[in-house]
């Protein structure tokens, strides 16, 4: 069983930034491609980004790129998303996944374990 823990999320300001982690406690990590999507209130839960198994490929949502940087460290079984030039409409709980494919897709079926996720809100 795969454990995923978010952490970093928090209240900034439009334009500021913020650095999620991911901790995960499988030792398969580092064979795993690892996503990050999140969910606002009354909608439904979107992809935001993805890495592969080897990090030398990344999958943005066209709503985040050129703003978001997703990033993995295998040594420390962790993933990181850097959210820059927040906007309120980012609004939202981040959510880590993991999939047992190693291809950094932007499909939420094929994320089979996820994390508890981590509040993040931008204020105008």
């Known amino acids: 069983q795969v454990q995923l823990v978010e952490s970093g999320g928090g209240l900034v300001q439009a334009r500021g930034s913020l650095r999620l982690s991911c901790a995960a406690s499988?030792?398969?990590?580092?064979?795993?491609?690892m996503g990050w999507f999140r969910q606002a209130p009354g909608k439904e839960r979107e992809f935001v980004a993805a890495?592969?198994?080897?990090?030398?490929?990344?999958n943005y949502a066209d709503s985040v790129k050129g703003r978001f940087t997703i990033s993995r460290d295998s040594d420390k079984n962790t993933v990181y998303l850097e959210l820059n030039s927040l906007k309120p409409e980012d609004t939202a709980v981040y959510y880590c996944?993991?999939?047992?494919?190693?291809?950094?897709?932007?499909?939420?079926?094929?994320?089979?374990?996820w994390g508890q996720g981590t509040q993040v809100t931008v204020s105008s």
């Open positions: 890495i592969s198994w080897s990090g030398g490929i990344t």
């Open positions: 996944a993991a999939t047992r494919l190693g291809s950094p897709t932007s499909a939420v079926s094929a994320y089979k374990y």
């Open positions: 499988d030792r398969t990590f580092s064979t795993r491609a």
